[in-house]
């Protein structure tokens, strides 16, 4: 009777905590209390629950909350494949940390544990609502055997680029196709069309043939989502990632080569803001090098 009561409230812990964090994911808070707090209250749970006998059982308890966790937002759809396979490395690790808070704390306290975690997600919830997410920056480089001046005219709009994007990209992420101008100098509007939708710049900065910047003023959704029964569109693919501006910088180096330099500046709502950065910093690594790539085989070939 007592082990079937336990199991219950178990039962029913489990269930509020994944209306919190469903609900959580359908408004819009990609915020610490969804990927930390509610991982590390879910491991705790479960080992006030089961009572590993072991530090080895407590660690794979938790993993497996962790886990499952994860795949039921593919089951229900909250979530596609991309997303939850970046979650995983956060979420499991922190769902064994509160499986092995509770394995170590004391017996008489591990019942209220679960519920002591649960005090950390009003604080956790305001800074998530209130957060203001910093600007990055990313800059990729390539040497090219072309004058500026050549590689100044591929840089300011290329022709499509045939080549297939990497199998990072093709994952549903969102590669650059082609760019375009439409006149030239300060104000000048340009696009660059991505395999979902297209960027809308404007030109700041005309140094040529030096300096490219621009601001953008539209940006795409950053990928397209696949779930288990197949394209979604989850919140975080709106006004999540957002491009602020990019440039390109051209500097002459001996021998008639040039030094090309494209940077990105940009933002996200997703937090902890470090781990999602490192993801999002080597997707744009990979977007710019497909660029760079093409203005050098376009300049080097006499496009």
């Not at 509610?38 to 705790?44: K, S």
């Not at 650059?176 to 809308?200: E, K």
């Amino acid at each position: 009777m007592i082990f079937n009561r336990k199991f219950a409230l178990g039962f029913c812990g489990f269930v509020l905590l994944l209306i919190a964090a469903l609900a959580m994911a359908h408004l819009g808070l990609y915020g610490w209390t969804l990927f930390i707090v509610l991982p590390v209250i879910a491991g705790g749970l479960a080992a006030c629950i089961r009572r590993p006998a072991t530090v080895g059982r407590a660690v794979r308890l938790g993993a497996i909350v962790g886990a499952m966790g994860c795949c039921i937002f593919l089951v229900v759809g909250a979530e596609g494949l991309i997303c939850v396979a970046m979650a995983l490395p956060v979420v499991v690790p922190l769902s064994v940390a509160g499986s092995l808070l509770a394995y170590w704390g004391d017996a008489p306290a591990r019942g209220k544990q679960p519920a002591v975690m649960t005090l950390l997600i009003p604080a956790f919830m305001l800074f998530d609502v209130n957060a203001k997410p910093p600007v990055y920056s990313v800059a990729t480089s390539i040497v090219v055997n072309a004058a500026p001046p050549r590689v100044w005219k591929n840089v300011v709009a290329f022709p499509a680029i045939e080549d297939q994007p990497d199998w990072v990209l093709r994952t549903g992420l969102a590669y650059p196709i082609r760019t375009a101008i439409g006149g030239s100098g300060v104000g000048a509007s340009r696009s660059c069309v991505l395999s979902t939708g297209a960027v809308r710049e404007r030109v700041v900065v005309w140094n040529e043939p030096r300096l490219l910047r621009f601001v953008v003023t539209q940006t795409p959704p950053p990928m397209r989502e696949m779930g288990l029964y197949g394209p979604i569109h989850p919140r975080h693919l709106d006004g999540y990632y957002i491009s602020q501006a990019g440039q390109f910088e051209l500097t002459p180096l001996p021998g008639g080569r040039t030094l090309v330099v494209g940077t990105s500046w940009y933002r996200h709502g997703l937090w902890p803001a470090a781990y999602w950065r490192w993801w999002s910093d080597a997707v744009i690594h990979r977007i710019h090098e497909r660029v760079l790539r093409h203005i050098r085989y376009l300049s080097e070939h006499g496009a």
